[in-house]
T-cell receptor, first 115, second 114 residues
Framework: AQKITQTQPGMFVQEKEAVTLDCTYD???????LFWYKQPSSGEMIFLIY??????QNATEGRYSLNFQKARKSANLVISASQLGDSAMYFC????????????FGPGTSLSVIP | DSGVTQTPKHLITATGQRVTLRCSPR?????VYWYQQSLDQGLQFLIQ???????AKGNILERFSAQQFPDLHSELNLSSLELGDSALYFC?????????????FGPGTRLTVL
């Protein structure tokens, strides 16, 4: 069955430093997509970045990049040059071909950026 | 702003009551998804519609129902409300059927059942 694991319930990072948020996934389908979302304290869910299982390159989007290690089934989010506004919950999510219409979300990691 | 709208933003009601949450997807999106986010359960997928038809069902209670109308807006109906139904309810939309089919979320409706 599909599963997303985020083992870090809470993380702290100094402003301007880089931080890595872990995500591991489990699927038997060779075709899948991985998503990261940010949820600030205001509550909205903001799409950050996407990685497809067949993508040759790691996805990047501004200060966000995805460290995709297919063999390890991990898709860690790297945020470079952290800003105070990066303080939020971060969710890793997956959609695969077995149940294309369902997106499974992990439990989330709370990131706090310290000035 | 994701382009997905949800109304109302906040809703306070009593146990046993019925409420309707409304969602308008982004222009051009055919798929609508409903999620429930509570502190103890995390983000739970409830149901998905594609172009008016139910496509997938998640952990949706029998007291809850949804539909997607011809203009593609969707409504989530919650009845016989219980204290445990208090949560943030999200609607998300996507193009539908085209990889990566990224979901974009609305601002959510915060439901409080007293």
């Amino acid at each position: 069955a599909q599963k997303i694991t985020q083992t870090q319930p809470g993380m702290f990072v100094q402003e301007k430093e880089a931080v890595t948020l872990d995500c591991t996934y489990d699927t038997s389908d060779p075709s899948y997509g991985l998503f990261w979302y940010k949820q600030p304290s205001s509550g909205e869910m903001i799409f950050l970045i996407y990685q497809g299982s067949y993508d040759q390159q790691n996805a990047t989007e501004g200060r966000y990049s995805l460290n995709f290690q297919k063999a390890r089934k991990s898709a860690n989010l790297v945020i470079s040059a952290s800003q105070l506004g990066d303080s939020a919950m971060y969710f890793c999510a997956m959609r695969d071909g077995n149940s294309y219409d369902k997106v499974i979300f992990g439990p989330g990691t709370s990131l706090s950026v310290i000035p | 702003d994701s382009g997905v709208t949800q109304t109302p933003k906040h809703l306070i009601t009593a146990t046993g009551q019925r409420v309707t949450l409304r969602c308008s997807p982004r222009s051009g999106d055919l798929s609508v998804y409903w999620y429930q986010q509570s502190l103890d359960q995390g983000l739970q997928f409830l149901i998905q519609y594609y172009n008016g038809e139910e496509r997938a069902k998640g952990n949706i209670l029998e007291r809850f129902s949804a539909q997607q109308f011809p203009d593609l807006h969707s409504e989530l109906n919650l009845s016989s409300l219980e204290l445990g139904d208090s949560a943030l309810y999200f609607c998300a939309s996507s193009v539908g059927g085209r990889v990566p089919d990224t979901q974009y979320f609305g601002p959510g409706t915060r439901l409080t059942v007293l």
